[in-house]
T-cell receptor, first 115, second 115 residues
């Protein structure tokens, strides 16, 4: 079983809806990530939080808004999405102290469909 | 520039066959880290192994083995006596200290193990 939990597993939303994706980890990791993955493609980094502060934003459109309320939780707020935003959204976490050499631990993702 | 190439898009083998997944990387850094991840149909990426650039020792874990060769910039992954449960997409990834939290993923190799 994964130690990174994502909800919901599936989400269908219209272009005018507002929804949120949630991610939770209890491994004591202080770095958390959002990735977007299109079918048959590798994951693409969207955001990184380190010690609850946003450290990387890969020029993601503002219709995606991340939030890290505490060290265990990561949210991704969605508003006015486009059909091309349909994808698998993956949350991941890692230790910070080990630097970039530590592995990422992923959740099972939210499969998002925008109609 | 950093890059990870997985030239094999899809491989099909019959159960109990051995299979090797290739990974070739490019980086100018002397310190870097290489990873393999498995993504089964359930969606989550599972961390398999990490190797740093100063450790060229090959590693074996059960039916899995990894061959790291700096001379050819390769980090290949072999599954011995493959099983149907090994069917997944496998990603090779690269990270280095100057890249902070940015993992460079290859395009993935889809492995199908037929019963």
């Amino acid at each position: 079983d994964t130690e990174v939990t994502q909800t919901p597993k599936h989400l269908v939303m219209g272009m005018t809806n507002k929804k949120s994706l949630k991610c939770e980890q209890h491994m004591g990791h202080r770095a958390m990530y959002w990735y977007k993955q299109k079918a048959k493609k590798p994951p693409e980094l969207m955001f990184v939080y380190s010690y609850e502060k946003l450290s990387i934003n890969e020029s993601v459109p503002s219709r995606f808004s991340p939030e890290c309320p505490n060290s265990s939780l990561l949210n991704l707020h969605l508003h006015a999405l486009q059909p091309e935003d349909s994808a698998l959204y993956l949350c991941a976490s890692s230790q910070v102290s080990g630097g970039p050499g530590v592995g990422l631990f992923f959740g099972s993702g939210t499969q998002l469909s925008v109609l | 520039a950093q890059k990870v190439t997985q030239a094999q898009t899809e491989i099909s083998v019959v159960e109990k066959e051995d299979v090797t997944l290739d990974c070739v990387y490019e980086t100018r850094d002397t310190t870097y880290y290489l990873f393999w991840y498995k993504q089964p149909p359930s969606g989550e990426l599972v961390f398999l192994i990490r190797r740093n650039s100063f450790d060229e020792q090959n590693e074996i874990s059960g039916r899995y083995s990894w061959n790291f060769q700096k001379s050819t910039s390769s980090f290949n992954f072999t599954i011995t006596a493959s099983q149907v449960v090994d069917s997944a997409v496998y990603f090779c990834a690269l990270n280095n200290p100057s890249g902070t939290y940015k993992y460079i993923f290859g395009t993935g190799t889809r492995l199908k193990v037929l019963a």
